[in-house]
């Protein structure tokens, strides 16, 4: 049996909101800044305990 390639991708930040523009004037700014990424193939699964799993967390900006 050949193991296949199943990478997984997790992105964690803050989402964030405010009511002015980059020019004080009115508006809904909605905005999410990143801080860590997981790629991996890890799933937690029962089958997964056959096949080689690795994973990693990024988190240089």
């Not at 997981?38 to 900006?61: C, I, K, Q, Y």
């Amino acid at each position: 049996m050949v193991p296949f390639l199943h990478t997984k991708f997790m992105l964690l930040g803050e989402m964030w909101w405010h009511d002015e523009d980059a020019l004080g004037g009115v508006a809904d700014v909605l905005d999410f800044r990143s801080e860590r990424l997981w790629v991996g193939s890890a799933n937690a699964t029962h089958r997964s305990r056959n096949s080689l799993e690795f994973g990693m967390w990024l988190d240089d900006p």
